[in-house]
């Protein structure tokens, strides 16, 4: 015979009240989508236990042809949701309706670096109106440098309060012209002058097959894309926008990521009141794991002490 167990109601409440104090609180994902313009943009939001529209949030942005749904970004929510901050992470456009997923690399690419500013800026947009005050940007990798460009820029709205990036990018041309050649087999500068002259001519739509662009390899490119992503422009590289960031900014550096691996050394030179690096011993360039749970303090604290 089955004996069954009976749980007296003052250990009932016991166990409950142990569960209430160990589990982590409760969060509700999700996705929301808006219409600025010609596309549909969406993004994961994901509100922290007790939290309203007016409590303090982080936007974040993905990194290269990436999306709002890799690990990362998955993780950072949940860690953020678990100590009291909501998140929205954006999915950037790249030029494609609704777009969710990394980016394919048989479509050809018309999306540029900057047209990340705008969506951001229609995200925060849609935050205000729903009674956000309190906002943190948050970038990942390129993401991270196109989060600084935004917040550098002219249409930066006042309820973004401060900046975290993680592993923000930087960019050096003699490494970003070996990486290109060795990707697609043909020299950076000879591509890029024709998409030079495509674009003074007035054509910035005209599409360069077999060319290739940042993780893609002979993809068809128009000049006008592939001129955003290889010109020298100062706004490519974190070590150059930090300077013009006027908000409080946390740049989070792993020690083992070879990806942006310049960035701890050049980091220094940047430090001023206001931009605080904070390094994690062994982290790589996607914080995964425990790195994940030092970077959500370090951001959660930031917030927290509203960026100093």
Known sequence: MIRRMGWAPVAVAAVLAWSAAVMPPAAR????????????????????????PESPIVLITHGTLA???????????????????????????????????????????????????????????????????????????????????????????????????????????????????????????????????????????EMLHDTGILYCPGATVSAGSFVSYYQEDPRLSILTLIDDVPIPTLILAGTADTVVADLIPAMPAHLRDGVTLKVIDGADHFFLDFYGEDAADAVAAFVEDGGT
């Open 29 to 52: 994902a999700e996705e929301v989508t808006i219409k600025p313009g010609a596309l549909t943009l969406n993004a994961n939001l994901e509100t922290a236990d007790g939290a309203g």
């Open 67 to 205: 999306h709002n749904g890799m690990e990362i970004i998955r993780a950072q929510q949940k860690l953020l949701a678990e100590r009291g901050l909501s998140s929205l992470a954006i999915n950037l456009s790249l030029g494609l309706d609704n777009r969710h997923g990394m980016y394919d690399c048989k479509v050809p690419h018309v999306h540029g670096q900057h047209d990340a500013a705008d969506e951001i800026a229609a995200w925060v947009g849609w935050l205000v109106a729903r009674g956000a005050t309190d906002i943190t940007v948050m970038g990942h990798s390129r993401g991270g440098t196109q989060m600084a460009a935004y917040a550098a820029g002219p249409t930066r709205h006042p309820a973004v309060k401060r900046a975290a990036l993680m592993a923000p990018g930087t960019w050096d041309k003699a490494k970003v012209a070996a990486g290109y050649e060795k990707a697609n087999g043909q020299p950076l500068q000879l591509v890029l002058d024709l998409a030079w002259q495509a674009v003074a001519a007035g054509r910035p739509g």
